[in-house]
C-alpha cells in the first residue's frame, strides 16, 4: 500500500513551458486535491475533485488546469509556466466527508513536487 | 467563509518542557478541525482531528489538542516535547454545514525543541 505518491519530486522549467504533475492513490478515496505551499502562506488549494471526471476550482486556480480521468489518478498541468508558479506542489485524497469511522475526514499527503520556474 | 489563524510563526521549547501551538478558527456553522505535521522535505502527516464528541483529542505522537468552542480555538498539546517534535506544524479547518469540500490551513508554526 504505497498511500499517495507524486511523480515527479523535482522539476525545473523555463518560462514558457508546460509541464503534467502526476498523482496517483490506492486507497480507493473518491476525492482529491491539488495545493501549493508557498513559505508563510500555508497551503493553498488549486483544484480538486470528488470523483472520477468531475474537477474544481479552489482558492489559487489560475495557470493550472486538471484531469481525473480514472479514479486513482489526478494531474495538475501546467500549460505555460511563469516564475510565480515556482513552489512546492502537494496532492492529497479522502474519503468523502460526513462519513464516519476511522480514516475518515482526514487527508492524506504526497511527498511533494519540487518546482523552479526560471 | 472558513478560516484558520496559527498567531505565533515560530515556538521555542526545550526538550522536556511543555509545548503549546496554538490556533484558532472562523466558520458559519460546526467545525471540523485537523492538526498535520511536517518534516522537512516530506508530505503532511495526520497528527489529529475534532469532529464531535469529547474536547479532549488525543492523537499521535504523544499530542493531543482542545476544542474550545467558546474561544474557537483547538490549540495542540505535548506534556514533555522531544528533539524529534521540531517540525512545522498545521492547522485546518471545515465548517461542517459546507458544500465545499476543501480544507482551510493555517500558514504553519515551525516548532524548533533544544536538546
Known amino acids: 500500500n504505497a498511500g499517495v505518491t507524486q511523480t515527479p519530486k523535482f522539476r525545473v522549467l523555463k518560462t514558457g513551458q508546460s509541464m503534467t504533475l502526476l498523482c496517483a492513490q490506492d486507497m480507493n478515496h473518491e476525492y482529491m486535491y491539488w495545493y501549493r505551499q508557498d513559505p508563510g502562506m500555508g497551503l493553498r488549494l488549486i483544484h480538486y475533485?470528488?470523483?472520477?471526471?468531475?474537477?474544481a476550482k479552489g482558492e489559487v486556480p489560475d495557470g493550472y488546469n486538471v484531469s481525473r480521468l480514472k479514479k486513482q489518478n489526478f494531474l495538475l498541468g501546467l500549460e505555460s509556466a511563469a516564475p510565480s508558479q515556482t513552489s512546492v506542489y502537494f496532492c492529497?485524497?479522502?474519503?468523502?466527508?460526513?462519513?464516519?469511522?476511522?480514516?475518515?475526514?482526514?487527508?492524506?499527503f504526497g511527498p511533494g513536487t519540487r518546482l523552479t520556474v526560471l | 467563509a472558513q478560516s484558520v489563524a496559527q498567531p505565533e510563526d515560530q515556538v521555542n521549547v526545550a526538550e522536556g518542557n511543555p509545548l503549546t501551538v496554538k490556533c484558532t478558527y472562523s466558520?458559519?456553522?460546526?467545525?471540523?478541525l485537523f492538526w498535520y505535521v511536517q518534516y522537512p522535505n516530506r508530505g503532511l502527516q495526520f497528527l489529529l482531528k475534532y469532529i464531535t464528541g469529547d474536547n479532549l483529542v488525543k492523537g499521535s505522537y504523544g499530542f493531543e489538542a482542545e476544542f474550545n468552542k467558546s474561544q474557537t480555538s483547538f490549540h495542540l498539546k505535548k506534556p514533555s516535547a522531544l528533539v524529534s517534535d521540531s517540525a512545522l506544524y498545521f492547522c485546518?479547518?471545515?465548517?461542517?454545514?459546507?458544500?465545499?469540500?476543501?480544507?482551510?490551513f493555517g500558514a504553519g508554526t515551525t516548532v524548533t525543541v533544544r536538546a
Open positions: 485546518a479547518v471545515r465548517d461542517v454545514p459546507s458544500n465545499d469540500y476543501k480544507l482551510s
Open positions: 492529497a485524497s479522502s474519503y468523502p466527508f460526513g462519513l464516519a469511522g476511522p480514516n475518515y475526514n482526514e487527508q492524506f
Open positions: 475533485s470528488v470523483g472520477e471526471g468531475t474537477t
Open positions: 466558520v458559519s456553522g460546526n467545525p471540523y
